[in-house]
């Protein structure tokens, strides 16, 4: 099927991949909620939910888990309750933000950073823990209990040993190569490190979903789609959170190397600029949706922050 107008995407979209309804809630929180201080009263988010399928029950049960699992924190003021973000777990959507909106001008200086436990220094369970955090950062096991990144964020890095408890069980150093040594090449290094393939092949994926939508935003822009009915402030809302949850599921695959060591053409850029294409074109109708669903409930909630106008280097 190849949609006819931005209303015919949203659908077909929503049926053939239905987003899962906590992970859903984050991608709320990340990129709608935590731009407006973070808080959010429960009924206020069923409604932000509710056209993408998740209905009270699922919602009511994904915010819950959230809290269980040190996302969320709930609160009560009579009848009614409020979630936000949990302060401990604020650095964590802070860094998966600076991922997502930053462009990327990932640049080599020829250092590595390198995490190196000794033998019988971890128990199974922390060195378990701590190898699949720094995957997920994008570290690559270079030799065994020695992983390392080209272009570590440093505080990501203590954030991440504090919260595995391995702070000072490990090594942290920085290295570079010998010059007048010979030695392997780099890209044979970072073959070997890190299969980009999969990455590579969703990223791919990812533009060939959200192109035509681009296609058909673009004659109207933000007053219609392009078979002319007028685009809601609602579809907006829905158009960007479901651009944000695509993107931020590749993108937490993406080990996030320098530009001079990853493949040229490499799909990731393109991916980024279909991005933020799109979010520019339904931000600020997406914004009207959010604050009077906000201050349906809330008539004080506050307006995005100005880091949320920075976003893919600067919002229009």
């Not at 954030?159 to 920085?174: D, I, N, T």
């Given at each position: 099927?190849?949609?006819?107008?931005?209303?015919a995407?949203?659908a077909?979209f929503?049926?053939s991949?239905p987003?899962?309804?906590?992970?859903l809630?984050?991608?709320?929180?990340g990129?709608?909620v935590a731009?407006?201080g973070?808080?959010?009263?429960?009924?206020?988010?069923?409604e932000?939910?509710?056209?993408?399928?998740?209905n009270?029950?699922?919602?009511?049960t994904?915010?819950?888990?959230?809290?269980?699992?040190g996302?969320?924190?709930a609160?009560?003021?009579r009848r009614?309750?409020?979630?936000?973000i949990?302060?401990?777990?604020?650095?964590?959507?802070?860094r998966?933000?600076?991922?997502?909106?930053?462009p990327?001008?990932i640049?080599?200086?020829g250092?590595?950073?390198?995490v190196?436990a000794?033998?019988?220094?971890l128990?199974?369970?922390m060195?378990?823990?701590?190898?699949?955090?720094?995957?997920?950062?994008?570290?690559?096991?270079?030799?065994?209990?020695?992983?390392?990144?080209?272009?570590?964020?440093s505080?990501?890095l203590?954030e991440?040993l504090?919260r595995c408890g391995?702070?000072?069980?490990?090594?942290?150093?920085?290295?570079?190569a010998?010059?007048q040594?010979a030695?392997?090449?780099?890209?044979?290094?970072?073959?070997?490190?890190?299969?980009?393939?999969d990455v590579?092949?969703?990223?791919?994926?990812?533009i060939?979903?959200?192109?035509p939508?681009l296609a058909?935003l673009?004659?109207?822009a933000l007053?219609?789609?392009s078979?002319?009915?007028?685009?809601?402030?609602?579809?907006?809302?829905?158009?960007?959170t479901l651009?944000?949850?695509?993107y931020?599921?590749?993108?937490l695959?993406?080990?996030?190397?320098?530009?001079?060591?990853?493949?040229?053409?490499?799909?990731?850029?393109?991916?980024?600029?279909?991005?933020?294409?799109?979010?520019?074109?339904?931000?600020?109708s997406a914004?009207?949706?959010?604050?009077?669903v906000?201050r349906?409930?809330?008539a004080?909630a506050?307006?995005?922050?100005?880091?949320?106008?920075?976003?893919?280097?600067?919002?229009?």
């Amino acid at each position: 099927m190849t949609p006819t107008s931005s209303s015919a995407w949203i659908a077909h979209f929503l049926a053939s991949e239905p987003p899962r309804s906590k992970s859903l809630v984050v991608t709320i929180f990340g990129d709608s909620v935590a731009p407006h201080g973070g808080t959010m009263w429960l009924g206020s988010l069923i409604e932000l939910a509710a056209p993408f399928g998740v209905n009270d029950r699922l919602l009511r049960t994904s915010v819950f888990r959230l809290a269980q699992e040190g996302w969320l924190v709930a609160s009560r003021d009579r009848r009614r309750s409020s979630y936000a973000i949990l302060p401990q777990a604020l650095a964590r959507f802070e860094r998966a933000n600076r991922r997502i909106y930053a462009p990327l001008e990932i640049r080599w200086d020829g250092t590595w950073t390198l995490v190196m436990a000794a033998s019988g220094a971890l128990s199974a369970p922390m060195r378990a823990a701590l190898r699949k955090e720094l995957v997920w950062e994008g570290y690559a096991q270079l030799a065994p209990g020695v992983f390392g990144h080209p272009a570590s964020d440093s505080a990501a890095l203590d954030e991440l040993l504090g919260r595995c408890g391995a702070r000072h069980q490990v090594f942290v150093c920085s290295a570079s190569a010998l010059p007048q040594v010979a030695s392997r090449s780099l890209p044979e290094l970072v073959a070997e490190g890190w299969d980009l393939s999969d990455v590579s092949a969703a990223y791919e994926q990812f533009i060939a979903q959200f192109a035509p939508l681009l296609a058909l935003l673009a004659p109207h822009a933000l007053q219609a789609d392009s078979a002319g009915g007028p685009l809601t402030a609602e579809q907006a809302f829905v158009i960007r959170t479901l651009l944000i949850h695509a993107y931020r599921r590749v993108q937490l695959h993406d080990p996030m190397l320098p530009v001079e060591l990853l493949p040229d053409p490499w799909p990731g850029a393109r991916a980024y600029e279909l991005a933020r294409s799109l979010y520019c074109a339904v931000q600020a109708s997406a914004e009207q949706h959010v604050m009077a669903v906000m201050r349906r409930e809330d008539a004080q909630a506050p307006q995005a922050d100005g880091a949320f106008y920075q976003r893919f280097g600067g919002l229009a």
